[in-house]
């Protein structure tokens, strides 16, 4: 059995080895902490991305303004502004049972949105999240629960994708104003 001493020093060196791995915790996007006050928009308010970006950014101790009307020029006191232009969900065909019903579908969940900075022009961002999705005639209720977590799961991701994104874009906007 280790010594107290020798027991501090390997839950040490584990530590030190998983720091400089870069391991970091899942859900930690490395946010700047310049970013304090966003405003949140969309074509089309309450969409579930939108209530789910909303929801992550307020957990990440962002101020979100919610804001309907899209404003052409960045406000000074905002440190960005994300418009949500249009998200669609749609469902292609993969396989066929012998028997000529759908098998198995590819979700395609693309998303459109603008993100601004102060003094920059909007950055156009599009992108897609996939997901298989096997479907089962004979289970139609579970298969229609099935499909709604999956559903949401791809928001989540979506919404986790935009906000990795804001800080990408961030660091960038930084090195490009000289800050």
Not at 155 to 168: F, G, L, M, T, Y
Request: overall charge negative; aromatic content about 8%; glycine content about 6%.
């Amino acid at each position: 059995m280790l010594k107290p001493f020798g027991m501090q020093l390997s839950i040490f060196v584990i530590i030190l080895m998983i720091a400089g791995c870069g391991f970091k915790l899942r859900g930690d996007y490395g946010l700047p902490a310049e970013i304090q006050t966003m405003q949140l928009s969309a074509a089309q308010q309450n969409t579930p991305l939108h209530r789910i970006l909303g929801k992550q950014l307020q957990g990440l101790n962002i101020e979100v303004l919610d804001n309907a009307a899209r404003s052409r020029q960045i406000d000074k006191h905002l440190d960005a502004v994300i418009y949500l232009r249009s998200d669609k969900l749609e469902r292609r065909l993969l396989s066929l049972f012998s028997t000529g019903q759908t098998a198995e579908y590819e979700l395609v969940y693309t998303i459109m949105y603008q993100l601004q900075f102060p003094d920059q022009d909007p950055l156009e961002i599009e992108f897609d999240v996939t997901r298989e999705y096997q479907d089962d005639p004979n289970a139609v209720l579970a298969k229609t629960r099935e499909l709604d977590l999956i559903q949401n799961e791809m928001r989540k991701e979506a919404a986790n994708r935009i906000i990795r994104q804001i800080a990408s874009s961030y660091s960038i906007w930084q090195q490009q104003k000289g800050g």
